[in-house]
């Protein structure tokens, strides 16, 4: 949110958020930005509110960054007579079930699929399709509720994770039963109907899929490229998709490459800094010039350029002792940004998906060797401390930081 905010700004617009809970942008508050609470849910709470701007502000445009939010964008913007998505189309796109449908349809190629609502159909139908199957929920973002069941024993424990009150579900659980499409993963970053670059994506360790590093572009050449971006322009039409952004999610199998998932906005933090330092194209500041009616400018600004960001994965829960290196290892030349997402002190609690990330590092050059040396160099000068959670007893036990990679771990107490 803070570059769409940034991005309105830069381009003379003034932003007002509209949010249920304020306290999520007090650094906006601070900056002056007006943030007005309303009920996000509420289409006619949301249409009554933006009625009320506009009798002392001329409405430019209405857009949002969360895709669970971006179909009532849609409403707002045909009821406003405003450019803006097509809502029928994110709201089928946002039910992975439906997607899987669509794209079936439409001849994509995809991972073997199920849909249960019950521990009982998630057995069968993972016996089905063979083990090793991917568990996720049918709606949803951020990898949350995202596992990979290697056999029968994680396949129940995750079934019951997700169906007995653990996982947040916005409406009656629903649990896709996929097959498990193993090669490197890529995502296609799509404006309009132009896809404008490939990245690729390294996870850590299973059974969940946290970041661990991205790329832009991906080391691809010329055919691989050509096949990544003509499957991922063919999900557009078959999703009514077309209308602002697009990012595909892909895994290259011994078939080829196969659509992992389609989600109708820009890809998540920090891939629009990526594309901008690797093409100079700021996405944000085009996204929301199109949703104010203007024309969007997607011509590169510089020769390319090798963009990678690494995400810092702490190994255990607890909570942040100290962290030190982020002004050293942002001085290195080539580094573009160092940022941590949690305060000192701040209770940490892996989730097994992107919440478990608590900042990045990125660098940027010309080559792809040059910038992953340069990125080590950072990375090297980081050091991070957990102190867990008090076991029974009150001991805490000592926490390597992280050594995963991406960081060398420090022992509790040791900051040398």
């Not at 946290?210 to 991906?218: D, G, K, L, M």
């Not at 594309?275 to 199109?290: M, N, T, V, W």
């Amino acid at each position: 949110m803070v570059r769409y905010i940034q991005g309105a700004q830069r381009l003379g617009y003034y932003p007002i958020i509209l949010t249920a809970n304020p306290g999520r942008y007090d650094y906006a508050a601070a900056g002056g930005i007006d943030i007005i609470r309303v009920d996000t849910g509420n289409l006619d709470a949301l249409i009554s509110e933006c009625s009320r701007l506009g009798l002392t502000h001329a409405i430019a445009g209405i857009t949002g960054a969360q895709e669970s939010f971006y179909a009532t964008v849609g409403k707002l913007c045909q009821y406003f007579d405003l450019p803006g998505p097509n809502p029928i189309s994110i709201e089928r796109c946002c039910d992975k079930f439906v997607q899987r449908q669509l794209l079936a349809e439409a001849g994509v190629p995809m991972p073997a699929y199920r849909m249960a609502t019950n521990g009982r159909d998630v057995e069968h139908f993972a016996v089905d399709i063979g083990f090793p199957v991917i568990l996720k929920p049918a709606a949803g973002s951020g990898s949350m509720g995202v596992r990979l069941c290697r056999n029968v024993n994680e396949l129940v424990e995750h079934t019951r994770y997700l169906l007995d009150g653990k996982h947040i579900w916005r409406s009656s659980p629903r649990i896709l039963v996929e097959e498990y499409v193993q090669g490197p993963q890529y995502w296609s970053e799509i404006a309009g109907k132009e896809v404008i670059g490939i990245g690729t994506v390294d996870f850590g360790p299973p059974p969940h899929f946290v970041y661990r590093e991205w790329t832009f572009p991906a080391p691809l050449n010329h055919g691989e490229r050509e096949r990544i971006t003509d499957i991922s322009l063919s999900c557009l039409p078959a999703l009514g998709l077309g209308w602002g952004p697009t990012n595909v999610e892909l895994r290259w199998a011994k078939r080829g490459p196969v659509v992992i998932e389609v989600n109708p906005r820009i890809s998540g933090t920090p891939t629009p800094q990526l594309i901008q330092l690797a093409y100079g194209i700021d996405l944000i500041s085009e996204h929301i010039k199109l949703a104010a009616g203007e024309k969007w400018d997607l011509r590169r600004r510089h020769s390319q350029q090798n963009a990678i960001a690494r995400f810092l994965v702490p190994e255990c829960d607890g909570s942040l002792d100290w962290i030190v290196g982020c002004n050293r290892a942002a001085a290195i030349l080539g580094v573009a940004d160092v940022k941590i997402y949690v305060e000192p002190k701040a209770p940490i609690v892996k989730k097994g998906d992107f919440r478990d990330c608590i900042g990045h590092v990125i660098a940027v050059s010309p080559k792809h060797g040059q910038t992953k040396a340069i990125l080590q160099r950072a990375i090297d000068l980081i050091d991070f401390s957990i102190i867990p959670f008090p076991t029974v007893g009150g001991q805490s036990p000592a926490c390597a930081s992280a050594d995963n990679p991406p960081l060398r771990g420090n022992v509790i107490g040791d900051k040398t």
